[in-house]
């Protein structure tokens, strides 16, 4: 039985990490707070909570159930799932009623124009993340670097390509 003060941590930690993640990207965040300070988990299980919730239909931070279940087993992963996308689904559902309410204005779409950077700059902190956590000597670089090619100039499934790439990291002893 998982500790009641260790699961209301919890809860209240994946709450603010889900409320600032961004388009569902907060990937460097989790690994400062998760990893760093609490050491809840691993790197690896960060990484690898990572690349399931790829895998996974739906959003892909899935993975904070994963990383839940690691932290304090079911117990643990129950309140990161909650923590996560409770407080958030009731925010955007009232960010999005008032939106609706005021989209004809010229300033909701100037704020949009401008949080598009903002979340690029997101996706590429948890890309670094990753990279820095799974990719170690050339044959890792040079897997990575097809992946991403292969996801940029095609039209491939992009959970096929995880999967090829799993494989061929298994193949290789990565």
């Known amino acids: 039985m998982a500790d009641p003060r260790l699961l209301l941590e919890m809860f209240a930690e994946f709450a603010?990490?889900?409320?600032?993640?961004?388009?569902?990207?907060?990937?460097?965040?989790?690994?400062?707070?998760?990893?760093?300070e609490r050491h809840w988990i691993s790197a690896s299980t960060l990484a690898g909570g990572f690349a399931l919730g790829q895998l996974m239909p739906g959003p892909n931070l899935l993975a904070v159930t994963h990383y839940g279940y690691a932290a304090a087993g079911m117990a643990g992963a129950t309140v990161a799932t909650l923590g996560f996308y409770g407080p958030t689904a009731a925010l955007s559902a009232a960010v999005a009623l008032a939106w609706q309410k005021r989209s004809h204005r010229p300033w909701v779409q100037s704020l949009r124009d401008a949080l598009l950077p903002f979340g690029g700059g997101v996706m590429?902190?948890?890309?670094?993340?990753l990279a820095r956590t799974s990719i170690h000597g050339w044959p890792a670089v040079a897997l990575a670097a097809l992946s991403f090619l292969?996801?940029?100039?095609?039209?491939?499934?992009s959970a096929l390509v995880v999967v090829l790439a799993a494989v061929a990291g298994a193949l290789l002893g990565l």
């Open 124 to 129: 590429l902190a948890g890309a670094l993340v």
């Open 150 to 157: 292969l996801l940029w100039k095609t039209k491939i499934n």
């Open 16 to 36: 603010r990490l889900g409320l600032v993640s961004f388009g569902g990207t907060n990937l460097a965040e989790m690994e400062r707070v998760l990893v760093g």
